[in-house]
């Protein structure tokens, strides 16, 4: 269980692209951002939050955004199209992350039919000015203001709105391999690569991330500042620290971490079902998916882990 399946060296280390965790609706929560960060994550992302409800409702807020001493750097990501939403949300998360993201590239219905996520990709000059508002309202360089994109079947419009981005003061760009039609394919690395060549701010890749060597080839093949992970992490928060499938240690860091960040119990089971799965056998899954409470779950995780 311990395994790692791929360690780079010493020098290899010291020239690593940075590591973040993805905004994922429902998983990027304080408890997983928690542990991820042990596992050699350096930034975390929120799940994506719809900005006019952040900004009108206290109850959104409150259960959207929990932090605490340690959870840095921390970038939050927004949905909105409104550049002063934009900009108002921002500047009611200056005190407590490190920037603000905003979601370009959900490709989801709902998300869509709003005007947010993917649907803004063919609106270059709409983000551009939403940096720009954003940028205005915090003047503050060590705070971020950043896109999440997806790429473009024209690849050359891609380019033309990052580089309208940076020359509207975009602190990085984060680009997913994949345009807003595609699910499991490859991603583009090319598209990724001409990207990171065309402008000058920091790129992020994302996409596909299963494994620690995959994201040094991907950095490698591309020239990224950073690599993002989202299914991967899920499946085994320890991938970034070279680790084949989720260590025991993780695991019983996740149990002590969701019950000091009060981890709803259902999303507490979801996270394990996920992290457990290649190491369960399918009698065993069923067993720990029927499980109902956290006494039970945690019953089982301790006979579990007393066997390894």
């Known amino acids: 269980m311990e395994s790692r399946d791929f360690w780079p060296s010493k020098n290899e280390i010291n020239k690593r692209p940075k590591f ?79 920037g603000v993201d905003l979601n370009c590239g959900c490709p989801k219905h709902d998300v869509r039919s709003k005007g947010f996520g993917s649907a803004l990709l063919s609106k270059p000059e709409l983000l551009a000015d939403m940096v720009r508002q954003t940028r205005a309202r915090i003047s503050d360089e060590n705070f971020s203001v950043s896109l999440k994109i997806r790429v473009n079947k024209e690849i050359e419009k891609t380019v033309d709105l990052c580089r309208k981005a940076e020359s509207a003061g975009v602190t990085h760009l984060t680009v997913h391999g ?26 992020i890749a994302n996409g596909g991330i299963t494994n620690l060597q995959e994201a040094m080839n991907l950095a490698e093949k591309t020239g990224v500042d950073g690599i993002m992970a989202a299914n991967g992490l899920l499946d085994n928060p320890a991938l970034f620290a070279g680790y084949e499938y989720t260590p025991s240690d993780c695991v019983e860091s996740f149990m002590r971490l969701s019950r000091e960040h009060g981890l709803d119990w259902l999303l507490y089971h979801q996270h394990l079902q996920y992290m457990l799965r290649p190491l369960l056998s399918a009698q065993q899954r069923r067993i720990f998916n029927e499980l109902n409470g956290r006494l039970a779950v945690d019953g089982f995780l301790n006979n579990l882990l007393a066997d390894y």
């Open 178 to 203: 994949r345009t807003p039609s595609q699910h499991a394919e490859p991603i583009d690395i090319e598209a990724i690569r001409l990207v990171k060549s065309s402008v000058k701010v920091p790129i």
């Open 20 to 98: 973040y965790l993805a905004p994922m609706v429902r998983y990027s929560k304080l408890a997983f951002r928690q542990l991820v960060r042990l596992y050699n994550v350096d930034v975390c992302y929120t799940p994506m939050i719809y900005a006019k409800n952040f900004i009108e409702s206290e109850k959104c807020r409150n259960s959207e955004l929990s932090v605490c001493e340690g959870d840095s750097p921390l970038i939050v990501q927004f949905a909105t199209d409104d550049p002063f939403v934009l900009a108002e949300a921002a500047e009611m998360v200056y005190s407590c992350s490190s």
